[in-house]
């Protein structure tokens, strides 16, 4: 689990960043942190954020409001969000 990975580092230092590319398993992934995610400063993901949620990539992936509600829970915020394409709902926005 993440969280397996996060104690092998040792737990007087803070974790400035983590990068998930977990195609479509982000949430999972994160889940597997435990408690060891508030060691954490930031989160990069990349996640497709659909108007047509049919058109996904990877079954049982989220959007951008699931990460802002359910990170928002841990005190993560939203730093920025990039378009890529022609199907997503963000662009460029930056918070």
């Known amino acids: 689990t993440l969280n397996q990975v996060l104690l092998r580092?040792?737990?007087?230092?803070?974790?400035?960043l983590l990068k998930i590319a977990t195609q479509g398993n982000e949430w999972a992934c994160l889940l597997g942190a435990g408690?060891?995610?508030?060691?954490?400063?930031?989160?990069?993901?990349?996640i497709q954020d659909l108007l047509n949620f049919s058109l996904a990539m990877y079954e049982g992936s989220h959007d951008a409001r699931f990460y802002d509600a359910h990170l928002g829970e841990h005190g993560f915020e939203r730093?920025?969000?990039?378009f890529n394409g022609k199907l997503g709902r963000n662009s460029h926005t930056h918070l």
């Not at 408690?35 to 990349?46: A, Q, W």
């Open 9 to 16: 580092i040792p737990r007087v230092l803070s974790i400035p």
């Open 35 to 46: 408690s060891s995610l508030k060691r954490i400063d930031n989160i990069f993901i990349e």
């Open 79 to 82: 730093q920025y969000c990039e």
